[in-house]
Nanobody
Framework: VQLQASGGGLVQAGGSLRLSCLAS????????IGWFRQAPGKEREGVSF????????DYVDSVKGRFTISVDKSKNTVYLRMNSLKPEDTAVYYC???????????????????WGQGTQVTVSS
């Protein structure tokens, strides 16, 4: 399985970006997909999660109402739509995947088995 994240860039505050994560070789059945971010000097933070058990997305409080995670199985791609971006959203964003996930809740970070290389998002004020 290989995950390739893309779509990052430099955007002004209030702007939007859509991140993509192409999951080559990943079977979208009984899965968990997560988006994480890591800002300089800070720990990696889970941003959003979606699993096959119920398909209900979950978000960290700081992005609720602004970010949307979605899965396009036909393209083996996971998206993170980010609207109303703020300078504090600046970070490297990573996608992660876990197959054979039957749970309703988000896996622990260490339970994800595949990670993308990260894509930089920079939000200027």
């Amino acid at each position: 399985v290989q995950l390739q994240a893309s779509g990052g860039g430099l955007v002004q505050a209030g702007g939007s970006l859509r991140l993509s994560c192409l999951a080559s070789g990943f079977i979208f059945d009984k899965y968990a997909i997560g988006w994480f971010r890591q800002a300089p000097g800070k720990e990696r933070e889970g941003v959003s999660f979606i699993g096959s058990a119920d398909g209900n997305p979950d978000y960290v409080d700081s992005v609720k109402g602004r970010f949307t995670i979605s899965v396009d199985k036909s393209k083996n791609t996971v998206y993170l739509r980010m609207n109303s971006l703020k300078p504090e959203d600046t970070a490297v964003y990573y996608c992660a995947a876990r197959g054979l996930w039957f749970g309703l809740s988000c896996p622990e970070t260490i339970e994800y088995t595949s990670w993308g290389q990260g894509t930089q998002v920079t939000v200027s004020s």
